[in-house]
């Protein structure tokens, strides 16, 4: 499922609250927003059954190329 794209205007001091929880709980400040939306619906119990689970925090982690597994760099020399 496509992921919605919104326009959201926050007071910059918020905004930078924000970031600063965000970067703490290794966090983009996106997913930050979202984790507490998330967490305010359900606690007002208005978090549908059916909600997407959300991504584990931190970077994903690299899968490794097909093509560099075969030890070949692709230099020629």
């Keep these: 499922m496509e992921r ?5 205007r926050l007071d ?4 930078d609250a ?3 929880w965000a970067s703490d709980e290794l966090r983009s400040t996106n997913s930050q927003i979202e984790f ?10 208005r978090l549908p059954d059916d909600v997407a689970r959300m ?3 931190g970077r994903p982690k690299k ?7 075969d030890g070949d760099t692709g ?3």
Excluded: F, W, Y
């Design 12 to 15: 910059p001091v918020v905004h």
């Design 55 to 57: 991504r584990p925090r």
């Design 36 to 45: 507490l939306l998330r967490r305010a619906l359900a606690e007002a119990g």
């Design 63 to 69: 899968v490794p190329d097909e093509e560099s597994t």
């Design 75 to 77: 230099e020629t020399g």
């Design 18 to 20: 924000l970031a600063r």
């Design 4 to 8: 919605k794209k919104i326009l959201l």
